[in-house]
């Protein structure tokens, strides 16, 4: 459905809206916003592409000198959130960052998927359509309300209440994201204590990363509400499962056919998926940094923990990064399973459409599914298979992003400089760092 600025005004008028929300998302992945009065006035502007903020101030976007930037809204991402104060009702809308001289922002996350689903057409496909499984943790707040480590429940995979005593507060984040036109397909309780996971419909890339950002912070304002904090860090706890967000890809044509589906192909895939699978193989280890941007993410891709570690594929198997579920038909689609929720998605979906499309371009042929379990292999069977791991370090993972011309291409100069540069910062700050883990170690040994 198309949503007009007269649908907006009307809201604006009949729902008592007092306050805006103009929300984009940094390089890190942080959604932003720029609360403005919900006046005529303001609404003037907003359609007229006139609301201006202060570039220079956000994370990798512009120097002082070049401050101004430009907040074009997508108003088919309207929405008026079910919360509020006694300062007044608020709502949002989802931003495109420009430059002064109308131009598309090179740094905007949501800007460069946007460049990459052009290709995507001019490769002659449609639509790049995408459904993720994010997870998150809920843990208590201490009598300060600041976050603990201490979870509110002692569930496992699918329990449910009195084990799972999280149980309302997954039921109040799928009624809120329901009212703000979320299709839910499912909730519930994770395989590690205190984890959870909401699943929601598939849609075209671009949307389904806006989703992303709104559904985190959904999860993260009922949370609060509850006496909790969600989050999405890829492993907050030592020696359980830490949180993924599978994507579950699939390209379509014009006429509305998923072009990945094949009956008479090889597991009932066609030619072009398995070429897309053999792109995103090719590419792994170089856009790991993107999709699984932080030092902690590395602390979760390790054997025994359910996330894949091993550039491998497979149909049902899920110990490889990559499975094919068993849907077929328009449902059919591609699982990367190594992705965690703190990626940018808008940068973690243009990385993995571009390398797809790699594979599709150059007609590359994936290698065998790997059907067994490749935790129990030895090295000189992985090594057998062709099977190659996983970057172990953030540090070892900028190393790779920045020697792979695919990826950097899909990311753009701007966004490559400021997201090394920050991993740089970020990566040193922790090599300096003496962790208790070294104390206990060392601190008698020697």
């Given at each position: 459905m198309t949503i007009t600025a007269a649908d907006i005004r009307r809201d604006v008028k009949e729902k008592d809206i007092k306050f805006l929300r103009l929300m984009f998302t940094d390089i890190l992945g942080t959604l932003k916003n720029v609360e403005v009065p919900a006046t005529d006035e303001q609404l003037d502007k907003l359609f007229e592409n006139k609301m201006m903020f202060d570039g220079s101030s956000i994370e990798g976007f512009v120097r002082i000198n070049e401050s101004d930037m430009y907040l074009y809204p997508d108003l088919d991402t309207w929405i008026v959130f079910p919360w509020g104060d006694e300062y007044g009702k608020v709502a949002g809308v989802i931003c495109d960052v420009y430059t002064p001289e109308g131009e598309p922002f090179a740094g905007d996350p949501r800007g460069v998927l946007k460049r990459n689903l052009k290709k995507m057409e001019d490769a002659g496909f449609a639509s790049f359509n995408l459904g993720p499984e994010p997870e998150f943790f809920l843990f208590k707040l201490n009598e300060n309300s600041e976050p603990t480590l201490e979870v509110n429940d002692k569930g496992g995979y699918f329990d449910l209440a009195p084990t799972d005593l999280a149980g309302n507060t997954r039921r109040e984040i799928v009624n809120v994201l329901t009212g703000l036109g979320f299709e839910v397909e499912a909730s519930h309780h994770e395989v590690a204590v205190g984890q959870h996971e909401i699943d929601f419909k598939y849609a075209n890339a671009l949307k389904a990363c806006d989703n992303i950002q709104l559904f985190k912070l959904v999860?993260?304002?009922?949370?609060r509400k509850h006496g909790l904090h969600a989050t999405f860090m890829a492993k907050p706890k030592f020696g359980i499962n830490g949180s993924g967000m599978h994507c579950n890809m699939s390209l379509f044509d014009a006429e509305g056919q998923n072009v990945f589906a094949d009956p008479a192909g090889d597991l009932g895939l066609s030619d072009v998926a398995h070429s897309f699978i053999a792109g995103l193989l090719k590419h792994a280890y170089n856009f790991t940094a993107i999709?699984?941007?932080t030092v902690n993410s590395y602390k979760r891709l390790v054997p025994g923990y359910e996330a894949p570690v091993y550039v491998a594929w497979a149909g049902r198997n899920r110990s490889p990064l990559i499975r094919v579920p068993a849907s077929r038909g328009m449902s059919t689609r591609?699982?990367?399973r190594a992705v965690d929720p703190t990626a940018n998605p808008y940068l973690a979906l243009a990385v993995l459409l571009a390398s797809g499309l790699d594979g599709v371009k150059n007609n590359l042929e994936?290698?065998?599914a790997i059907e067994s379990n490749i935790y129990v292999m030895?090295?000189?069977?992985?090594?057998?298979?062709?099977?190659t791991d996983l970057p172990s370090t953030l540090h070892n993972a900028v190393k790779a992003l920045r020697e792979d011309d695919v990826v950097i291409e899909a990311l753009g100069n701007h966004v490559l400089t400021s997201f090394v540069e920050a991993k740089k910062i970020e990566?040193?700050?922790y090599a300096q760092f003496v962790t208790q883990w070294e104390i206990d170690n060392y601190l008698e040994l020697y």
């Open positions: 999860v993260k304002t009922i949370a999709t699984n941007p591609v699982e990367l994936a290698p065998e030895t090295e000189e069977e992985r090594k057998a298979h062709g099977i990566w040193a700050s």
